[in-house]
DNA sequence: TATGAATATGACTTCATATTCATATGAATC
DNA sequence: GATTCATATGAATATGAAGTCATATTCATA
């Protein structure tokens, strides 16, 4: 956790702080990234990162603990305006676009979840057990989905979830180049979705 | 390029060295790796490592191509093995197959993989534009399966291979379990090639 | 305006590692 | 036995960051 001093701190001031290191996290690896640079870019001295942070990893975690907590109140947001209004497969295609959305809105936050995703020790030692709060999401989607007898009843929940999500983040990864991503091009979402709904359908 | 000294080493000793170089790498991302950690595991000296590779990347650049090609040819002897004497999705499974059994043979090498895949600036040094030449293999296949009248011919061959060599990334990622892999359990991979024909297959 | 508590600072220390280099060893050749 | 050449060694040096700390500055309030 942060000190009472950071959050302190004049919002514009926490918000550069901020803003830093998410730059910095985006271009390296958790260890690889340097607080020296982040100080520097937030235009503060490597001791005032000291008085904020007890450390790198504290400010890596708090970091990571608010972009969950925003992706998450992102895409519930797009949920809650379609739920029912739309059947699951729509459903589903709302929640990759929405994904897709908000990766567009926030480019650097991509590689710095990949990098996260790659870092097993780090995510255990940040998530312990509950490591899979992404598969729960489509698990529960899923289970949806399968009530609405849209789903094959068969299908292996756990799995299945864990494809799904496998394949939104790889697809947010082939749109996005050199960190700018190309939305317009709708074609590709629907013919992954197209993949997806043939593979998982109840016949 | 390793230097004519350590290809003149003994098989022995020149073994030790790489099997040194595995352990060290697939526990630690290149950064976080330690030559001297090599060194002593090699039981060799530290100067000596200097003796045979110009520096750390230059003996992760070797040791990533003759992974590479010890993957390759596994995965094509099983290819050529069954190739014409099954269906395409068949052949799939075969892939699928091979590939988890590649990882169980040495499981030490799918840490090394993923942390590589995770460091795209050191992944863009190593293959440069021809990054996917995994995407490749599985574009050949489906190309193949199109022309048996087995994939959907109107299928986008670029994403189902990157989807294909995602999902058995992926695969593998599941069934390992702390660096051991569980192969017995056939159902998982049953499970997801049911989903992916389902997915591509011609209707 | 005086005061001290809170905040800010960056030079310095520490530490873990990569890399170099002068020197030793030992086998082959003369 | 002397000379040469390839190889081996680890102490010495270089590097690059994390984290500390004594000191300076700011700011609220008495």
């Known amino acids: 956790m942060p000190t009472e001093t950071f959050f302190n701190l004049p919002e514009e001031k926490r918000q550069r702080i901020i803003e830093a290191a998410i730059d910095e996290f985006s271009r390296y690896s958790f260890h690889k990234a340097r607080v020296t640079a982040i100080a520097d870019n937030a235009g503060i001295a490597k001791g005032s990162f000291y008085q904020y942070f007890?450390?790198?990893?504290?400010?890596?975690?708090?970091?990571?603990?608010?972009i969950a907590k925003k992706k998450m109140s992102y895409i519930n947001k797009d949920m809650l305006l379609n739920r029912d209004k739309y059947g699951f497969f729509q459903l589903l295609r709302e929640v990759f676009l929405s994904g897709i959305r908000f990766a567009k809105e926030n480019p650097r936050l991509v590689p710095i979840g990949e990098m996260l995703l790659a870092d097993k020790e780090l995510l255990h030692e940040l998530y312990g057990e509950n490591m899979d709060r992404n598969n729960d999401f489509f698990k529960q989607l899923l289970k949806y989905g399968q009530e609405k007898g849209e789903v094959d009843p068969e299908a292996d929940l756990d799995l299945l979830a864990h494809m799904l999500s496998v394949l939104t983040y790889s697809l947010v990864d082939l749109v996005m180049e050199d960190g700018k991503i190309d939305m317009d091009d709708m074609e590709i979402y629907d013919k992954m979705l197209y993949f997806v709904e043939n593979g998982i359908k109840k016949r």
Chains 1, 2 share one sequence.
């Open 54 to 66: 007890e450390d790198k990893k504290d400010l890596y975690k708090y970091l990571m603990e608010t």
